[in-house]
């Protein structure tokens, strides 16, 4: 592995290119292989448009491709030089994008033609928009709006500013490192034998580009060990097992959700697998763990990690208990502790909430710089000196971390986080809306799915159409996966003495809230586009 101590993301880079320029380095399924020599290429074309632009460092600049090599071409353009690279979900709504483009102060959107719509309306929304460039293979820019800072480029400069899911509403950018991301890369080569360490793997990873996992983990993991990076524009259940075949992937990325459609084939065996030697990923079923293992042959790693902490933890090696949830344990550079609600350690086998730190020393090594524009929620975080994950776990004598709950109130939909208080938000400006509890609800394909609890204004009965036209409403507010996929009319939304709305109470222990009489299914409606 290439070494990273008091190195730059750019530094690496080149340093990858001269090992082994015409290895294989981004692949799209059915595209040809870029080389690590072309996408130099690319990347030092980039470099020079943006120069020639006036953007350098001290810039931050918003990129909205989708899923594409040129994502990382243009991100290894920017941070060479010092900018930051802010990564857009192309599925937001123009609110949404307007309030990242603000809160981010970017100085510049670059959209492909697939997202300028998209980007337009949002810049439409602000009073102060950034710069728009369309790509279209080549960047054509408007000068930039201020001089860069002339600052040189080290380990501490900021390399990416990534929007996460926070519990009250709005996300959070979080701020990494060129430091920080070198070393998430390195922690994805850390368990041997699972994960990408020779410059023979070539890993299919079918999440978005735009999310950590696959733009910073698993991007820089490949890149220090000479890999290939296979990213499909979206998982697809139908092309999984032929695209990982053409494109001779070893290793594979997934989310319960993947794991649930793959079984849900009946017809696929371990012939279908090809070159495949392991899947790595999070959040699937202990039953369809089990099952997928016992049917392919291959083992599913479970992963655990967070866009705020570049250390993964990982379920490598054996015994992996793959029937419980296990996702890791403890390492030398990343101490783990289970606390109660009273602030101290949960004895063994008691579910608490997972805090992490580096050590005692240096709690914060390899951790994000903090939230943009949010210092106090950075303090919250760190709380006594741990970084609170929001995570509930047990831990047991020997170690191993099982996940239980999420104790943060979000919803985790198909690897997507979502805030139930920005569901909420939304919600409540309806008029036919008089209180509104958001919580997640069990889904056999997706691990969770929004329920939305409404207790309904004076004058707006409960019917289907009601239901309706609550979710169109938030439905063209939000990105797609973020609406209520179930909505429940109720009588009461049940609160304490100072009215906070107690969200276990609305269900018996056990209950699943999807066999209450009446309650709507809206999921069908849940479609990009």
Known sequence: MIGIEGRTIGEVFREAVARAPQ???????????????????????????????GYGAGHRIAVCLGTTPAHYVLKLAMNGLGISFVPINPDYRPGELAYVLSDSAASLVIAGPDHAALAEAALAEMSAPPLFSLFTGTLVLPPAPTAPSGAPVTPQTEASLLYTSGTTGRPKGCILSHDYELLMGASYLRPRGAMAVTGQDRVFNPLPAFHVNAGVLTFLGVMLAGGTLIQPPRFSGSRFWEDCAQTRATVFH??????????????????????????????????????????????????????????????????????????GRARADLEVQVWGDDGRECPRGTPGEMVIRHSAATPRRGFFSGYLNKPEATEEAWAGGWFHTG????????GVIRFVDRKKNIIRRAGENIAAAEV??????????????????????????????????????????????IFDAAFAELAYYKPPGWILFVEEIPVTGTQKVQKHALFAPGEDPRARPGIHDLRILKKRG
Not at 23 to 49: H, I, K
């Open 254 to 327: 997934y989310l319960g959700v993947v794991i649930s459609v793959l079984m849900a084939d009946k017809s696929a065996g371990p012939e279908r697998l090809g070159a495949l030697r392991a899947g790595f990923g999070a959040g699937v079923e202990p039953a369809l763990h089990t099952g997928f293992e016992a049917r392919f042959g291959i083992p599913l790693v479970e992963l655990w990690g967070m866009t705020e902490m570049c250390r993964i933890l990982s379920m490598e090696e054996e015994p992996r208990h793959p029937n419980t949830r296990a996702m």
């Open 424 to 469: 909420e938000n939304v919600l409540f400006t309806h008029p036919a809306v008089a209180n509104v509890a958001v919580v997640p609800c069990p889904d056999e394909t997706r691990e969770e799915e929004v329920l939305a609890a409404i207790k309904l204004a004076p004058g707006h009965p409960a019917t289907p159409e009601t239901a309706r036209a």
């Open 23 to 53: 290895g294989d380095f981004l692949l799209a399924p059915g595209a040809a292989p870029l080389s690590y020599a072309a996408v130099a290429t690319a990347v030092e074309a980039a470099g020079t448009a943006l120069t020639a632009a």
């Open 391 to 398: 995570d509930t776990v047990t831990m047991d004598e020997e």
